[in-house]
């Protein structure tokens, strides 16, 4: 058996100490002092438009991949 030094930290101990503290680190991370409160975003009426528009090539394409039930 190996005797240890008294007033010396041993390797152990040197390794629990750094597990200790990085738990301490990311719990301090975690932490909810850190967050943000979050905003809402307005997108306004120029994104909330409808886009879609059945256009001669939009409806080529339904004619030639047969669906019909947009057929009028």
């Known amino acids: 058996m190996a005797q240890e030094k008294k007033g010396e930290i041993g390797r152990r101990q040197f390794f629990r100490t750094l597990g200790g503290g990085s738990a301490?680190?990311?719990?301090?991370?975690?932490s909810p002092?850190?967050?943000?409160?979050?905003?809402?975003y307005d997108p306004g009426s120029e994104?909330?438009?409808a886009r879609y528009r059945?256009?001669?090539h939009v409806k080529a394409f339904y004619r030639t991949n047969g669906y019909e039930t947009l057929k009028k």
């Not at 301490?24 to 975690?30: R, W």
């Not at 002092?33 to 809402?40: K, M, P, V």
């Open 24 to 30: 301490v680190a990311a719990a301090g991370l975690l």
């Open 47 to 49: 994104e909330t438009k």
């Open 33 to 40: 002092i850190s967050t943000n409160e979050a905003q809402a």
């Open 54 to 56: 059945e256009t001669d």
